[in-house]
């Protein structure tokens, strides 16, 4: 007897005890209501969002067709990976000679748009990029890959390049003022394009400014009517007989506690004005299908453990977290719970694993409570629940 008391006691009193399992309690996802956008019944639109993969909604042709002069933002963004210009800084001057007069005079004659030009002055490359993407002047989109490349056969090469480089893929370019009727694209693209345009300083200030000032040439207004209507910064307008009126935009909103830019593009308008309207109307719709989703609130149990000797603990979140969600994504939760034994309050006991849509939000997880020792006597009576 002494000889198995000696044995006993310290393996029962000191053994650890057995690991148990969470039990999940039952989670009910938060269910949105589907987006109800106003399309309008020409052309092509594509909507995104800065934060959200890929376009959030389309409607009409899905197939390439012409841009126009949003092949602009391709030119400049083509550029300043070349010649790169930080948001303030005016860059290097170009000089203009009677080389330039002549595209002004080539422009002039098949009726695209244009800006003034006399040789002998020059522009600074910030000035082109202004005149480009404010003005939308032909004449200087080819002023500027000639200087930065050499001809626009040379800056054609490095564009489709750069179009490959970012996945742009049923993008394709004719030239560098969107004139040609072979500068085509999807809606697709074109929202991926508008979110390189933004995540760009420079760019993303130009294309918000309703006039600027060149030395040598004086006011220029945009030509985008839209700026500052709606919630409206940007991006890039197109006409031409084959693209029709077209805009490629950006809007901020505030949603709950946070700002999300919306990205989108309308192309194949009859004329400007109805296709304002046109956007209006569907930027209505698409304000309303983004929600501030609260996903958990600090403390929020979500599992508990229980013990053989009758002890037990919520699992409760860290943290809150809420989400920023378009129209009915889907919402699901993983919780994911270790087995564990004797333990404090506020140990950290698995995570919860928020999927809404493609994203992936991670919550860690604590305890309430300790799980206590049973003690002494419980383990000297249960000596099954230790072995």
Same mark, same amino acid.
């Given at each position: 007897?002494?000889?198995?008391?000696?044995?006993?006691?310290?393996?029962?009193?000191?053994?650890?005890?057995?690991?148990?399992?969470?039990?999940?309690?039952?989670?009910?996802?938060?269910?949105?209501?589907?987006?109800?956008?106003?399309?309008?019944?020409?052309?092509?639109?594509? @909507?995104?969002?800065?934060?959200?993969?890929?376009?959030?909604?389309?409607?009409?042709?899905?197939?390439?067709?012409?841009?126009?002069?949003?092949?602009?933002?391709?030119?400049?963004?083509?550029?300043?990976?070349?010649?790169?210009?930080?948001?303030?800084?005016?860059?290097?001057?170009?000089?203009?000679?009677?080389?330039?007069?002549?595209?002004?005079?080539?422009?002039?004659?098949?009726?695209?748009? @244009?800006?003034?030009?006399?040789?002998?002055?020059?522009?600074?490359?910030?000035?082109?990029?202004?005149?480009?993407?404010?003005?939308?002047?032909?004449?200087?989109?080819?002023?500027? @890959?000639?200087?930065?490349?050499?001809?626009?056969?040379?800056?054609?090469?490095?564009?489709?390049?750069?179009?490959?480089?970012?996945?742009?893929?049923?993008?394709?370019?004719?030239?560098?003022?969107?004139?040609?009727?072979?500068?085509?694209?999807?809606?697709?693209?074109?929202?991926?394009?508008?979110?390189?345009?933004? &995540?760009?300083?420079?760019?993303?200030?130009?294309?918000? %400014?309703?006039?600027?000032?060149?030395?040598?040439?004086?006011?220029?207004?945009?030509?985008?009517?839209?700026?500052?209507?709606?919630?409206?910064?940007?991006?890039?307008?197109?006409?031409?007989?084959?693209?029709?009126?077209?805009?490629?935009?950006?809007?901020?909103?505030?949603?709950?506690?946070?700002?999300? %830019?919306?990205?989108?593009?309308?192309?194949?308008?009859?004329?400007?004005?109805?296709?304002?309207?046109?956007?209006?109307?569907?930027?209505?719709?698409?304000?309303? &299908?983004?929600?501030?989703?609260?996903? @958990?609130?600090?403390?929020?149990?979500?599992?508990?453990?229980? %013990?053989?000797?009758?002890?037990?603990?919520?699992?409760?979140?860290?943290?809150?977290? &809420?989400?920023?969600?378009?129209?009915?994504?889907?919402?699901?939760?993983?919780?994911?719970?270790?087995?564990?034994?004797?333990?404090?309050?506020?140990?950290?006991?698995?995570?919860?694993?928020?999927?809404?849509?493609?994203?992936?939000?991670?919550?860690?997880?604590?305890?309430?409570?300790?799980?206590?020792?049973?003690?002494?006597?419980?383990?000297?009576?249960?000596?099954?629940?230790?072995?």
């Amino acid at each position: 007897m002494l000889l198995g008391g000696a044995f006993y006691l310290p393996l029962t009193l000191l053994a650890p005890v057995t690991p148990v399992a969470a039990v999940v309690s039952p989670y009910t996802a938060p269910v949105q209501a589907a987006s109800e956008l106003a399309f309008p019944d020409f052309g092509a639109t594509g @909507v995104g969002a800065i934060g959200f993969p890929g376009t959030l909604a389309t409607s009409g042709n899905a197939k390439p067709v012409s841009i126009a002069s949003i092949t602009k933002v391709i030119t400049v963004l083509v550029v300043l990976e070349s010649k790169p210009l930080k948001l303030g800084e005016a860059g290097p001057s170009v000089a203009i000679t009677s080389a330039d007069v002549a595209l002004w005079n080539k422009q002039v004659a098949q009726n695209g748009s @244009v800006a003034p030009v006399r040789a002998g002055i020059s522009l600074t490359e910030r000035e082109l990029i202004d005149l480009i993407l404010v003005k939308s002047a032909n004449n200087y989109a080819e002023t500027l @890959v000639n200087w930065a490349f050499g001809s626009e056969a040379a800056y054609l090469v490095v564009a489709r390049e750069w179009l490959a480089t970012h996945r742009l893929t049923t993008t394709t370019l004719a030239d560098s003022t969107g004139f040609a009727p072979g500068n085509r694209s999807t809606t697709t693209d074109l929202v991926e394009l508008g979110k390189l345009a933004l &995540s760009n300083p420079l760019v993303s200030s130009i294309v918000g %400014t309703k006039t600027e000032s060149i030395s040598h040439i004086g006011p220029i207004k945009n030509t985008n009517e839209l700026l500052g209507v709606d919630g409206v910064r940007g991006i890039k307008t197109g006409t031409t007989d084959d693209a029709g009126a077209c805009l490629l935009f950006a809007a901020d909103y505030t949603v709950g506690s946070r700002t999300v %830019t919306v990205v989108g593009v309308m192309l194949g308008g009859k004329t400007h004005p109805r296709l304002n309207e046109s956007i209006r109307a569907l930027l209505g719709g698409v304000v309303k &299908s983004f929600h501030e989703v609260d996903l @958990v609130n600090k403390g929020d149990s979500f599992a508990s453990y229980s %013990t053989a000797w009758g002890d037990s603990t919520k699992v409760v979140a860290t943290e809150d977290s &809420s989400v920023l969600v378009w129209a009915d994504t889907p919402i699901t939760l993983l919780v994911e719970t270790p087995k564990i034994g004797v333990s404090e309050a506020g140990a950290e006991v698995g995570q919860l694993i928020f999927a809404v849509g493609n994203s992936r939000i991670t919550v860690p997880l604590a305890l309430a409570k300790p799980l206590e020792d049973p003690g002494a006597w419980w383990r000297l009576t249960h000596p099954a629940e230790l072995f």
